[in-house]
Each structure stands twice: as structure tokens, then as C-alpha cells.
């Protein structure tokens, strides 16, 4: 019919197979013979039931993205699923893969949905700052109930074929050819007869008596929300399913979707996902890659355990080297201990986590990394350490193993250098808990070969994570902005802001947490020793170290945490102690505003990301969006530091730049040139 849809008959039974790679998403070049298929199918008496399939590796995994923003194009999603609910005989939705989005929304206006066993099916819609806009949110609560349909569509989590199965969403589950299964189902549903209810007209699902229960759990999810309109939006809208007349709820729904999709949230979102999937593309992506099957991880400590977990929980062996026995016991009994949580919370069973334990071996040998193909070093950050162990790996690893380093700051051509082959050396810095942390700084040095590098890529893709390439500087893309985005924190407290008054206005900015509680967090100390071996200081903080305040572990940071271990509360002996070093240094306090907070300290972030743009140590500004979204908690809902710029307006940052770069002489606020570029093209598109 169409080189995206095609027609097949087995006896009475109609098979509409749908074939758009790669996800089969449902553009206009699918829509439109989709919608003359079913009008034809419908009308044609030989047909006795109509199954929808999908062609390659997925059922229709949503609308197109892409199309967003665009002109609608008829017939939408909402007419093929209306026109569907027309037809008196049985339609079936047959689904592999996933089922995800429009996709769902197609497969909930079929009478029927039958699925493989290792099927998916979900409402993913809010994480790209949308709601369901194809009837999901008033379909999905018809058939599971309006709790479920709430927790679904609120967190756009996917649920498996079991599950769904026995919440009503699907009525079979199939293993091996689904086709086939799905036409037996279609003709033995057509030889009991109907009539055949669509499911706008059922009600099967747990029923709410108790609105308050429902409203209670959506203010629960709204807290969660932090900022975000989609979450809100769904939840009011899966409200409405319960409330309203099916066709008004559907109306209210539309509405709800038509603004959120021109929004400045959705906008972002969507940049973050297309982002995620670009900053995976590298030059020479069809490179042959080289085989990964055991990994090396040289330390077990949080860091090197993490790690080791990430590689494990992705299927692959693991040789975890210490020093000595003690310490090696020591991180392997850590792993057992964080399997153990993950099975009492319930992500993960008993016999998997054997299975994870079993693919770990210890050692304190490095010649039993001799089989390793990739070995990452998770050491003490000190260059002379890491080379020493890089020493060793020369001498014991197989030809063509890659070496990478886990380090945070450390110059890698001086590491890659200092072996024989510079160009299987490269580095992976992976962010703490490294087994839960979806970014991966993939850290490209001067000689690594093209293709270890697109064999990480490759595996970084394996293990789940987000990776984006990024090359040699001090503290990479992420932690480079970092130390821009917090050099003015101790001046703002020195000149009269407090700490909660500085975290205030980062989390009113959409972050889960502001600078000082997250120090309080990761350990006042960690910094602390940085800044020696640099020999840097921060007042308030030194200070704060010296008199033993760590943060959380030792119960008193930039906060105290005495009521509870994470609830920071304002210590009256933090704000004197400011005063105290202000009044040392002549500073007069003033009141410090939540905008003048924001200038001061994300305005200088995306400055110096314009500075490692236009260094090439990221290759894309999106890169950079997709490095602070999925490191550092940067709010999703406004794309990430270089998008956000462009929302708030590069003239904008620019005269604030150089306002506080008159007033202070500071570096972190001369303009980059290639921002003051993009505040004339619009682009941040280095021309190199
Ligand atoms: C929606 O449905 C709204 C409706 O409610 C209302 C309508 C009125 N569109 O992720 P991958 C591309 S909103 C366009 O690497 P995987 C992707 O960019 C939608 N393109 O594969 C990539 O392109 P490239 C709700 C899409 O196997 C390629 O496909 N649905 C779409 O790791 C491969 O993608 C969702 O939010 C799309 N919908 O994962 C689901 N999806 O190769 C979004 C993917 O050029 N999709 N592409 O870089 C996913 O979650 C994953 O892609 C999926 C496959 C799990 C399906």
C-alpha cells in the first residue's frame, strides 16, 4: 500500500504491518495509509477481525518527535484512533518491542492488545515535558484505573507485557511468532461474535471510589515535580478521565497537549533526547570496534566498585584488583552489601544478584588482568600513582586491551605518555555512584585511536549510560564549568548572602539541590583537599574543614544535620563565622537578590562552556546540555546551560558578564568571544 505500511490478508483475518524504521514512529507518511487502510479494512466485508503489527524491532514507539512545532498534518493520531473505535468487528494491536507513546495510544483504540512476552508499553510522554495526546491519558484509566493509569503517565515509566497483562492492559501474552499468535486470537475472537466494546466505552479497571485517595497521590507526584507544567498536566488531566464525560476529558486533554508542546519545557526536553542521541555519533561511527568481553577495574573503593557494578549490571565479567586482600575483601563485601539493598527494595531478585556477584573475580595480581580487555584505573588522583599503575598495566595487558583512567582532572596524554601505547590510552569519568550516575565523560586524548575510542562509545551505550566524547583540559566539560559556576559563592557569602539563601534560589531555579547542600553532601573535605594540592583556598569553607565540618558525615557542614542526617538546617555559627571573615576582609553585608545569585554563578557556567567550545574539547554545544542535565542535576525542563542561554537571552548574559567583569576584574566573567558570536547568529556553531 505504502513503502511504510503494508496490507496482508490470512484468510479472513487482516494484517496492517507497519514499517518505519527505526521505531516505527507515527509520521505523516505513516498516518496517511494508515488511516485509508483502516477506512478500507473496515467497509470490506471479507474482513473478519484486523490485526495492527509493526515491522522490525519495535511496535510504533510514539509520535514523531520531529514533526513537533511543526504544522499539524492530517489525519492526527486522534482521527486514526476515532476511526478505529468505529469499526464493529475486532481490531488487535500486536506488540513487540514497545509500545510506547502514540504507540500505546494507537494500540489502546484496538479493541484488543496482545503482546510479546518481552514486550514494553508505557506514556513516556512527560519526560519530553508533554502529556499523552492521543487519548492516553482517558483510555489508560479506563482499562487499569485511574491510580495505576496516574503513576504511569506522571513518570512515564514503561511496564512489561506480565504486568500489563495483569493490570488489564493486555489480554495475552505470547512467546515466539506474534503474528501468528495475534491472527488465532483475532479469528477466535471473531468466531465468538461480538459485540466488541472500544475501550472509551469500558470501565474495567480497579474503580476509584475515593477521589481523595487519587488526589493524594497526585499531590505526592506534584511535589516531585519541581517546576516541571507536564507532570502537573498529566496528573490533571488523568483527573479529568475520572471526572469528566469521556469526550470532554478528551477535549480538556487536547488543550492541555497543545500547550505544553509549546512550551519552553517541552522544548527543551526535546532537545535533551535528540541531544542524548547525537552526543553518541562520532566521526568514523562504522570504525570496526574492538571486542569487549572481561574488564579490568583497578581499586575498590566507591569509586572502583561502582564502576565495576555498572560493568556487571551490563552483563560483563569482572577482575577487581587491590593491594591487598583486606581492602579487596573490603569493596567486594560494599558490592555484596548495595546487590542486597537492590533486592530488599525489589529492583532486583535473589538469584540475579548471585548471578552479578558471580561474574566478579578478585585479585591483587596485575598479571590476572592479562585477559582483561578493557582495564579502568580507579585510583588516588595523583598523577605519579596513576602512572605508576599505568606502568604496570604496559607491562601486563594484551595487546590492543584499552587502558582508560577514571580520573576527574588529570592531564591524559601526560598518563597516555607515560606507556607504550598512547593510543589505547583514553579516559572514562564516571560520576559517583557509578553504577547509578547515567553520564559517562568518554575523554578523548591527543593519540587515542579512533576506534577504542568508538568501541566505548559503543559499550558505554551497553551499560546504559548517556556518553558524550569530550577531550583534554583541566576537570573536562563538566567539572571545569563546575569551578566556574561555583567561584562566586564564597564572595555572595561574603557579601551578605547566606548559604540557604543561595540554595534557595538554585532550587527555585529548578535544581534538586543547591551548592552548599550538595558539598554538605559529596564532603566539605573532598574540595578541601583538592584545593591544597592546588594550593587554593576558599575561606569559609577551609575554615568550616578545619573546625572538622565535613558536610553530612560528620553531622555539621555548611548546615547542621543534627535532627536529621539529610534535612540541612541553618546554623546560626556558619552565618556569624561569615560575618566574622567578611568583616576581616572590610566587606559591608548587603542584601543579595535570587536574580543577582543566578548572574553570578550559572551566567560564568555558560561562559566558560562557550570557552570549551570554542577549544573543541566539546564538539557540540548540545553536548554540553547533555553533560549537565545527566550529571550535575542542571533542571531538564530548561535543556541544559547552552539551550538555556538561548531562552534567557545571550544579550542578556553578555551585559551582565560585563557588568560584573567591570566591577570585580574576574576572569570567570570575561565575555568568551564565541558567545558574544552566538548573541549576533543565534548559533553556537564554532565555524571550525
Ligand atoms: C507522543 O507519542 C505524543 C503522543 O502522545 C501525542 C501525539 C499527538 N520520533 O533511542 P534510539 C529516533 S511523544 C522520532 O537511539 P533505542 C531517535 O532519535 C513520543 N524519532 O533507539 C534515533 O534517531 P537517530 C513518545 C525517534 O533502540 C533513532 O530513532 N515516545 C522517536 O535505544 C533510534 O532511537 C517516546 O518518547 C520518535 N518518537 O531506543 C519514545 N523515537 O538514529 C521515544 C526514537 O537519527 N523513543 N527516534 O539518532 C525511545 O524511547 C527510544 O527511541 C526507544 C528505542 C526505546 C523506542
Not at 186 to 207: L, M
Not at 251 to 268: G, H
Not at 461 to 478: L, T
Not at 641 to 664: C, N, S, V, Y
Request: aromatic share 6%.
Amino acid at each position: 500500500m505504502s513503502d511504510f505500511l503494508k496490507v496482508s490478508r490470512d484468510g479472513d483475518v487482516a494484517i496492517v504491518t507497519i514499517d518505519n524504521p527505526p521505531v516505527n514512529a507515527l509520521s505523516f507518511h505513516v498516518r496517511e495509509p494508515l488511516m485509508q487502510a483502516l477506512v478500507g479494512l473496515r467497509d470490506d466485508p471479507t474482513v473478519a477481525a484486523i490485526v495492527i503489527a509493526c515491522a522490525g524491532r519495535t511496535f510504533v514507539a510514539g509520535a514523531d518527535i520531529t514533526e513537533f512545532g511543526k504544522p499539524v498534518q492530517q489525519p492526527e493520531l486522534r482521527a486514526i484512533v476515532a476511526t478505529l473505535e468505529t469499526i464493529a468487528k475486532p481490531t488487535i494491536a500486536a506488540i513487540h518491542g514497545t509500545a510506547l507513546g502514540g504507540g500505546l495510544e494507537l494500540a489502546l483504540g484496538c479493541h484488543f492488545r496482545v503482546a510479546d512476552a518481552g514486550a514494553k508499553l508505557g506514556l513516556p510522554e512527560v519526560k519530553l515535558g508533554l502529556l499523552p495526546g492521543g487519548g492516553g491519558t482517558v483510555r489508560l484509566p479506563r482499562l487499569v484505573g485511574a491510580v495505576k493509569a496516574l503513576k504511569m503517565i506522571v513518570s512515564g515509566a514503561l511496564i512489561g507485557a506480565e504486568e500489563a497483562h495483569a493490570a488489564g492492559l493486555v489480554d495475552a501474552v505470547f512467546k515466539g511468532d506474534l503474528t501468528t499468535h495475534a491472527v488465532n486470537f483475532a479469528r477466535e475472537i471473531a468466531r465468538k461474535g461480538g459485540p466488541f466494546t472500544p475501550v472509551r466505552d469500558r470501565n474495567d479497571g480497579p474503580r476509584e471510589t475515593d477521589l481523595a485517595a487519587f488526589d493524594a497521590e497526585a499531590a505526592d507526584l506534584a511535589k516531585k515535580a519541581r517546576g516541571l507544567e507536564a507532570p502537573i498536566a498529566c496528573a490533571q488531566a488523568v483527573r479529568n478521565a475520572v471526572t469528566l464525560p469521556f469526550d470532554e476529558a478528551l477535549a480538556a486533554e487536547r488543550a492541555l497537549f497543545v500547550e505544553l508542546v509549546a512550551s519552553d519545557q517541552s522544548r527543551a526536553q526535546r532537545h535533551l533526547f535528540f541531544a542524548e542521541r547525537e552526543a553518541a555519533k562520532i566521526p568514523g561511527k562504522d570504525i570496526i570496534k574492538r571486542r569487549i568481553a572481561r574488564i579490568g577495574i583497578i581499586g575498590a573503593g566507591t569509586m572502583g566498585g561502582g564502576i565495576a557494578m555498572a560493568f556487571a549490571n551490563g552483563g560483563y565479567s569482572v577482575t577487581l584488583l587491590e593491594t591487598s586482600q583486606e581492602v579487596l575483601q573490603r569493596g567486594l563485601g560494599t558490592i555484596d552489601k548495595n546487590y542486597a539493598v537492590s533486592v530488599t527494595r525489589g529492583s532486583l531478585t535473589e538469584d540475579a544478584k548471585w548471578q552479578r556477584l558471580a561474574q566478579f573475580t578478585g585479585s591483587t595480581n596485575y598479571a590476572d588482568l592479562a585477559d582483561c580487555d578493557l582495564i579502568v584505573e580507579a585510583v588516588f588522583e595523583d598523577m605519579a600513582v596513576k602512572k605508576e599503575v599505568f606502568g604496570k598495566l604496559d607491562a601486563v595487558a594484551k595487546p590492543g586491551a584499552i587502558l582508560a583512567t577514571n580520573t576527574s582532572y588529570l592531564d591524559i596524554n601526560e598518563i597516555a605518555a607515560s606507556t607504550s601505547r598512547p593510543q589505547d590510552v583514553l579516559g572514562l569519568h564516571f560520576f559517583s555512584p557509578a553504577n547509578v550516575m547515567k553520564l559517562l565523560e568518554i575523554v578523548r586524548a591527543e593519540k587515542t585511536a579512533p576506534e577504542a575510542l568508538a568501541t566505548v562509545v559503543d559499550l558505554a551505550r551497553r551499560i546504559g549510560k548517556v556518553a558524550v566524547v569530550v577531550g583534554v583540559c583541566h576537570g573536562f566539560v563538566g567539572n571545569r564549568m563546575l569551578a566556574a559556576r561555583g567561584a562566586e559563592s564564597e564572595a555572595l557569602l561574603l557579601e551578605g548572602a547566606t548559604p540557604r539563601q543561595i540554595d534557595q534560589a538554585f532550587t527555585d531555579f529548578g535544581w534538586p539541590m543547591g551548592p552548599f547542600q550538595m558539598g554538605d553532601l559529596a564532603g566539605l573535605d573532598i574540595g578541601w583537599r583538592n584545593r591544597k594540592a592546588r594550593g587554593q583556598t576558599a575561606v569559609i569553607a577551609d575554615t568550616l574543614c578545619e573546625q572538622g565540618r565535613f558536610g553530612q558525615k560528620t553531622g555539621r557542614g555548611f548546615y547542621l544535620y543534627e535532627a536529621s542526617e539529610r534535612t540541612p538546617v541553618p546554623d546560626p555559627q556558619v552565618e556569624a563565622l561569615i560575618r566574622d571573615k567578611a568583616a576581616e576582609k572590610g566587606i559591608v553585608p548587603r542584601a543579595i537578590g535570587a536574580e543577582e545569585i543566578i548572574e553570578r554563578t550559572l551566567y560564568p557556567l555558560v561562559n566558560e562552556g562557550a570557552k570549551i567550545l570554542e577549544e573543541g574539547i566539546a564538539a557540540r554545544a548540545s553536548d554540553i546540555d547533555v553533560v549537565w542535565a545527566n550529571g550535575y542535576g542542571f533542571p531538564v525542563g530548561k535543556g541544559g546551560p547552552m539551550f538555556w542561554a538561548g531562552l534567557e537571552g545571550p544579550a542578556k548574559l553578555i551585559e551582565r558578564l560585563d557588568h560584573w567583569h567591570q566591577r570585580t576584574g574576574k576572569d570567570v566573567f570575561k565575555v568568551a568571544p564565541l558567545l558574544r558570536r552566538m548573541a549576533e547568529t543565534g548559533s553556537w556553531e564554532t565555524g571550525g
